[in-house]
Nanobody
Framework: QVQLAESGGGLVQAGGSLRLSCTAS????????TGWFRQAPGKEREFAAG????????YYADSVKGRFTISRDNAKNTVYLQMNSLKPEDTAVYYC????????????????WGQGTQVTVSS
């Protein structure tokens, strides 16, 4: 069993930056692909970024490509999402998810989910 805890959300002005962290319990976390998803008010949850268990492969949704960077530190059981050039449309609850392969994370079928952290971007 893996438990995920997100942190780092908050309120930021458009054009600003935030770094989200996802810290996991359990040593098996470091063998799982991990991703970040987001859900805006009134919309379905969508994939944002994913990373393989080694950190050697990453994948991004077109909407965040070039602005967001996902990375991981397996020694700390932590995955990060660096978000730059934030836009009001990035406002959402951001969820960390882990489990399985990068393909399964990208397809929205990871095994474990965090509780989410709110990101609000003001114009």
């Amino acid at each position: 069993q893996v438990q995920l805890a997100e942190s780092g959300g908050g309120l930021v002005q458009a054009g600003g930056s935030l770094r989200l962290s996802c810290t996991a319990s359990g040593r098996t976390f470091r063998s799982y692909a991990t991703g970040w998803f987001r859900q805006a008010p009134g919309k379905e949850r969508e994939f944002a970024a994913g990373i393989s268990w080694t950190g050697g492969s990453t994948y991004y949704a077109d909407s965040v490509k070039g602005r967001f960077t996902i990375s991981r530190d397996n020694a700390k059981n932590t995955v990060y999402l660096q978000m730059n050039s934030l836009k009001p449309e990035d406002t959402a609850v951001y969820y960390c998810a882990a489990g399985g392969t990068l393909d399964s994370v990208v397809s929205g079928t990871p095994w474990y989910w965090g509780q989410g952290t709110q990101v609000t971007v003001s114009s």
